[in-house]
């Protein structure tokens, strides 16, 4: 009887443990951070993040960016990875064109001036369980694209 007392009060603490270990599932995706030098200035970064450059090119002409095909892999949620940039780029004077989500894969387009820059989001096909990886494209505007966000 004097076993019985202990164990109560080891398994109640052990369920609370793991009640109050689901509610934080349930919140909003964590708030990821940006890495202090990014490859490129004006192109935010998740902390954690590396480029993969096996697979990244950019080309510049004097002080003009022609484009930029940058792949980046780290951990975490898409969910999360998507609020990064929704929430950074305007740091960085891009604006959110449009956003979508389909099978698994985020994808946002923003404009900053004459460049469009495409961000694409989704699970490492690696079999890493919370690998990420990032796709981001930035080209010249298109003319047509560009007469479709002026305000008449």
């Known amino acids: 009887m004097t076993n019985t007392l202990p164990r109560l009060a080891f398994s109640v603490a052990v369920l609370w443990a793991l009640g109050s270990g689901c509610g934080s599932l349930a919140a909003e995706p964590t708030r990821l951070t940006a890495k202090r030098r990014p490859p490129i200035s004006d192109l935010p970064v998740p902390r954690g993040f590396r480029i993969l450059e096996d697979e990244s090119e950019d080309a510049y002409?004097?002080?003009?960016?022609?484009?930029v095909r940058h792949v980046y892999a780290?951990?975490?949620e898409p969910f999360a990875v998507r609020n990064?940039?929704?929430?950074?780029?305007p740091q960085y004077q891009w604006q959110l064109v449009n956003s979508?989500?389909?099978?698994?894969t985020h994808s946002m387009v923003f404009q900053?001036?004459?460049?469009?820059?495409t961000v694409a989001i989704s699970r490492s096909k690696t079999g890493w369980s919370?690998?990420?990886?990032?796709?981001?494209i930035i080209m010249?505007?298109?003319?047509g694209a560009q007469?479709?966000?002026r305000r008449p």
């Open 61 to 67: 002409t004097g002080r003009r960016r022609l484009y």
């Open 112 to 117: 900053k001036g004459q460049e469009s820059c």
């Open 74 to 76: 780290g951990s975490g």
């Open 140 to 143: 010249p505007e298109e003319r």
């Open 130 to 136: 919370r690998g990420i990886r990032v796709q981001i």
């Open 84 to 89: 990064f940039y929704r929430d950074r780029m």
């Open 147 to 149: 007469a479709d966000t």
């Open 100 to 104: 979508v989500h389909v099978a698994g």
